[in-house]
């Protein structure tokens, strides 16, 4: 389904009815189908919204730069479009990047946090350098050249020895994206503030959770952004990387479902 938000067409979709509205943020450079795996399970219990940012999936992909606050910006839109007024965000490495602008914003809409392979910091030069060097590939080379340097970090060793297809899947979903968003979202990140200050003013329940061989955002930030979450519960998915929902989707789901009962449901 598209929706005009903000001038952009934006890719969305729900499932399910009841519970707490649980809103999937993606990754870079992936879109909404990479919460496939999440819509189908926890659509039973939690109403789920999983959105293409613009610059991917079935959004449209206006020149950038995105800021991650103007992500977070879209997201706010979608909601109104959607009639929807407290929600469960759940954003993955570049989607946590945006779940965090989201509650530096509009912190009353959010009744709980998952931040998930991501990190709170902004990028050290060098990480920034390589952005810059990455949108260069990307107009120089297109997409499969950035999804063919990117792949090999973002998923375990294990799961490419054991899960083929899921690779292949990961590989086709970045290629998908277009240049102008490939490039929009790097400069976007790049840019993006520190956010390591606003943890301990997250005032709501918070589950950090990361692949046990997260790459990009391994599992000791992983930890040091709980202890600085006043309410975090942190847990570490065996056996996975950077794509942690994807990579053990049971383990990942389970643990976001155990969460949400304890924490937003009730008991
Ligand atoms: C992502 O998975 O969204 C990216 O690894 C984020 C990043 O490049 O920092």
């Not at 109403?47 to 910006?73: I, K």
């Not at 990455?134 to 799961?159: D, K, N, Q, S, Y």
């Amino acid at each position: 389904m598209l929706a005009l938000i903000n001038g952009v067409h934006l890719g969305h979709e729900s499932r399910g009815t009841v519970g707490p509205v649980l809103v999937l943020l993606h990754a870079f450079p992936l879109n909404r189908a990479m919460w496939e795996p999440q819509m189908t399970d926890l659509c039973v219990d939690f109403r789920t919204v999983a959105l293409d940012f613009r610059g991917f999936g079935e959004s449209d992909a206006p020149d950038g730069p995105y800021s991650m606050e103007m992500l977070a910006d879209d997201v706010k839109g979608l909601l109104d479009h959607l009639a929807v007024e407290r929600v469960v965000l759940c954003g993955l490495s570049m989607g946590g990047y945006v779940a965090l602008a989201f509650y530096r914003k509009y912190r009353e809409l959010v009744q709980a946090l998952v931040l998930a392979d991501t990190r709170a910091g902004a990028d050290p030069p060098e990480v920034r350098q390589g952005r810059y060097q990455m949108m260069e590939i990307a107009r120089r080379e297109g997409p499969p050249a950035v999804a063919e340097r990117m792949l090999p970090r973002l998923l375990a060793p294990i799961t490419f020895e054991r899960d083929p297809a899921l690779v292949e899947r990961v590989r086709k979903m970045m290629e998908a994206a277009p240049t102008t968003g490939l490039v929009g979202a790097l400069a976007g990140m790049a840019e993006r503030p520190d956010s390591t200050g606003l943890l301990p003013q997250i005032a709501c329940p918070t589950l950090v959770v990361v692949g046990e061989h997260d790459a990009p955002a391994p599992p000791a930030e992983a930890r040091t952004m709980a202890e600085a979450i006043p309410r975090a519960r942190l847990e570490v998915i065996p056996e996975a990387g950077h794509l942690s929902n994807l990579e053990q989707p049971e383990t990942f789901n389970q643990f976001l479902r155990d969460w949400l009962y304890d924490e937003v449901v009730g008991p």
